[in-house]
Structure formats: structure tokens, C-alpha cells
Nanobody
Framework: QLQLVESGGGLVQPGGSLRLSCAAS????????IGWFRQAPGKEREGVLC????????NYADSAKGRFTISRDNTKNTVYLQMNNLEPEDTAVYYC??????????????????WGQGTQVTVSS
């Protein structure tokens, strides 16, 4: 059974950077598409970025374009979310999620069926 664990969250000042990790256990991540999501207080969860099994990426959120990048290291069974130029509006719990990637391209945000427990990111001075 695939299990996902996020790490790397914390408190950072506006303009700073963080790299989140999503480590998998119980299965190899190779055939899965992995997405990063976030949920801010009082708001619905939103998709941020996805990386397919082949390494193709999809932006789910316009706010992340140009600032966030997603990558995967299948040898470490880990997917990363590099976040640069962070803004207070990026404050949220960040989750990674996975779905078996039959089609080879990123699914719609509602298409994931394995979820991590989340890691808190707070952007504040």
C-alpha cells in the first residue's frame, strides 16, 4: 500500500524559499503521477502542481507559475516542490497526492487517491 509523507515545511519570511519533499513507502513512485496541493485556513484545498510518470508537469494554480517547480527523483522515491519568492498568501498546509498514471499525463485535481498528512508552510515577517 502506497504511503506518502511530506516534510520540509516551516516558517519563512516573504521572498524566501522552501523545498518540500514527498517521500513514498510501500511502493515505487515510478508509475504514479504526483500532485502537490494546499489548503489555507478557511479556504478549499487547491491543486498547485503535478508531475506525471514521464516527468511532464502541469500547473494547477496560476499563482504558482514562475515561482514553484516540481521534480521527482525516482531513485529516492521522492517528489519535491521548490517554492521561491514566497508570499504571505502561500501560507497553507501543503499535501502531496498520488494516482496510478495510466494515461501518462497529469490528471485533473480530483483524480488522486493516495494522500499524505500534510506539512505546514507559514510565510510571515
Amino acid at each position: 500500500q502506497l504511503q506518502l509523507v511530506e516534510s520540509g515545511g516551516g516558517l519563512v519570511q516573504p521572498g524566501g524559499s522552501l523545498r518540500l519533499s514527498c517521500a513514498a513507502s510501500g511502493s515505487t513512485l515510478n508509475p504514479y503521477a504526483i500532485g502537490w496541493f494546499r489548503q489555507a485556513p478557511g479556504k478549499e484545498r487547491e491543486g498547485v502542481l503535478c508531475i506525471s510518470r514521464s516527468g511532464g508537469t502541469t500547473n494547477y494554480a496560476d499563482s504558482a507559475k514562475g515561482r514553484f517547480t516540481i521534480s521527482r527523483d525516482n531513485t529516492k522515491n521522492t517528489v519535491y516542490l521548490q517554492m521561491n519568492n514566497l508570499e504571505p498568501e502561500d501560507t497553507a498546509v501543503y499535501y502531496c497526492a498520488a494516482v496510478f498514471n495510466f494515461g501518462g499525463s497529469c490528471p485533473i485535481p480530483s483524480g488522486y487517491d493516495h494522500w499524505g498528512q500534510g506539512t505546514q508552510v507559514t510565510v510571515s515577517s
